[in-house]
T-cell receptor, first 108, second 115 residues
């Protein structure tokens, strides 16, 4: 079993919809939880990070962590075509462990 | 300030050939990493270097070697390429090795095909 599980999708939504992405993990030592965004044929870039359990909001993006369930989520409100990308969850103890990534397409 | 640069961007090899992927960062980061990305598998760590002069194996090190040439540069070598090594390779760097918030900055990737 992988340390981090993420449904690869793909996910296609109309512009303005809420996008919901999630990951589960098995290693209870993880403390930092991150979401990276990767545009086609580019390297990943950090979108948001959260320490331990709780919510964090940044504009249209909200990250949630539930350590008791070993479950993290990313919500994108009022999605735009420019949000079309692959979203990778990542979490670390001494190294980063990545999920497989979910490819999202926002249709205009 | 170029961030993380990788060369080459594309490469086609025949089975058994060797090559070195180059990576450099100009952010004065201590730690550097090599990943491969395959469809449905996400990013998998090949090797990392927590600081200049040290290297450690990651999740999938077989068939690869690395050299931390100096603080800026970290190269990945395929001694005898195999079709299973067809992938996109990313180099990354970060300020800290781990155990805390550890934003990694990624290069643009090298797309390698082994025939």
């Amino acid at each position: 079993q992988k340390e981090v599980e993420q449904d690869p999708g793909p996910l296609s939504v109309p512009e303005g919809a809420i996008v919901s992405l999630n990951c589960t993990y098995s290693n209870s030592a993880f403390q930092y939880f991150m979401w990276y965004r990767q545009y086609s044929r580019k390297g990943p870039e950090l979108l948001m990070y959260t320490y331990s359990s709780g919510n964090k909001e940044d504009g249209r993006f909200t990250a949630q962590v539930d350590k008791s369930s070993k479950y993290i989520s990313l919500f994108i409100r009022d999605s735009q075509p420019s949000d079309s990308a692959t979203y990778l969850c990542a979490m670390n103890d001494y190294k980063l462990s990545f999920g497989a990534g979910t490819t999202v397409t926002v249709r205009a | 300030n170029a961030g993380v640069t990788q060369t080459p961007k594309f490469q086609v090899l025949k089975t058994g050939q060797s090559m070195t992927l180059q990576c450099a960062q100009d952010m004065n980061h201590n730690s550097m990493y090599w990943y491969r990305q395959d469809p449905g598998m996400g990013l998998r760590l090949i090797y990392y270097s927590a600081s200049e002069g040290t290297t450690d194996k990651g999740e999938v090190p077989n068939g690869y070697n690395v050299s931390r040439l100096n603080k800026r540069e970290f190269s990945l070598r395929l001694e005898s390429a195999a079709p299973s090594q067809t992938s996109v390779y990313f180099c990354a760097s970060s300020d800290l090795a781990g155990g805390s918030y550890n934003e990694q900055f990624f290069g643009p990737g090298t797309r390698l095909t082994v025939l």
